[in-house]
């Protein structure tokens, strides 16, 4: 099966404008993403995510390296043609309205009159903004203009979607909403790319992730596989008595070889605490 992104030893580096020194920004980058699947890169600031989406959208020219979209060269036009883009900072138009935007966009990407119209309703619908189609985007929330940038990036029904920090400056409720969003792409079977520097947001969407550290890919896999510890079983017990872990402790010091780590209450994230407190109370 053709992947929907080959990116193969990607390189980038970057000239000094006058003095200073040369940067490295990717260095021997390679992905392979399927069809389908939702990948996550994921480093610190500057680590070279942008640059690397960048490289594989033909923004930015690689120093050497190849960049692929279902078989299509990134430096070729049409490779583009099935690629849907929400750049970090997008840029809107804050005096045109949700449904004005994507009316805008529409046209550009060649769509008019009913069709035009009926897709802009069913991605309205999509991103939970049918209610404030008529608003400008100037009155948008951080979370309401991410959701809009990503129904911008659906208008021409790409079959791979490239985030850069969907969820930048949005608060959990709002990244919350994305993630959903996310997880209605893959069930359309779109595959998404998406970069982050937010640990928690990728684990939850993610099948696939990639840790890039100085332009360098460090570790990459299945989140199971990267996640769990091997050499660890975890049993996590509902209203055990002291008694009865006293009992499993006891055994565990007569079973060879094995160790007893801890016990104790599991602990959530405080962004699941968060979310589960403020869900709960009336706006
Ligand atoms: N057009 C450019 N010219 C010169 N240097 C650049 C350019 N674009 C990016 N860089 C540099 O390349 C490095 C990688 O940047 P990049 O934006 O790819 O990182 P990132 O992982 O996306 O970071 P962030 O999480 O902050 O968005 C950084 O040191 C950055 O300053």
């Known amino acids: 099966m053709e992947a929907a992104v080959e990116i193969d030893r990607l390189v980038k580096v970057f000239k000094p404008q006058l003095r200073g020194r040369e940067l490295l920004a990717v260095d021997q980058v390679s992905i392979t993403i399927a069809p389908g699947e939702v990948y996550g890169l994921i480093g610190p600031n500057g680590s070279g995510k942008s640059t690397t989406m960048k490289a594989l959208l033909g923004l930015v020219a690689p120093t050497s390296g190849t960049c692929r979209i279902f078989g299509a060269d990134s430096l070729a036009v049409d490779s583009r043609e099935q690629v849907g883009f929400l750049p970090e900072n997008p840029y809107f138009y804050k005096h045109l309205t949700g449904e004005e935007t994507l009316a805008f966009y529409g046209k550009l990407c060649g769509l008019r009159g009913q069709t035009l119209k009926d897709r802009i309703g069913e991605l309205l619908e999509l991103v939970d903004l049918t209610g404030a189609r008529d608003r400008r985007l100037g009155g948008y929330s951080k979370g309401m203009l991410q959701r809009i940038g990503l129904a911008q990036a659906l208008i021409q029904e790409p079959r791979l979607v490239i985030l850069d920090e969907p969820t930048a400056g949005v608060d959990p409720i709002g990244s919350r ?18 970069c982050s520097h937010l640990l928690e947001q990728v684990q939850e969407v993610c099948d696939r992730v990639g840790i890039i550290f100085r332009g360098k890919m460090v570790r990459e896999g299945r989140l ?60």
């Open 177 to 194: 909403q994305i993630r959903d969003l996310i997880f209605a792409l893959r069930e359309r079977g779109i595959t998404v790319f998406l």
């Open 224 to 283: 199971e596989d990267l996640l769990s510890i091997e050499d660890q079983t975890e049993v996590v017990l509902k209203d055990a008595s002291p008694e009865l872990l006293e009992e499993i402790q006891r055994l565990v010091a007569q079973a060879e070889g094995a160790e007893w780590v801890r016990s104790g209450r599991p602990r959530t994230t405080l962004e699941r605490l968060f979310l589960r407190e403020t869900s709960r109370r009336p706006d």
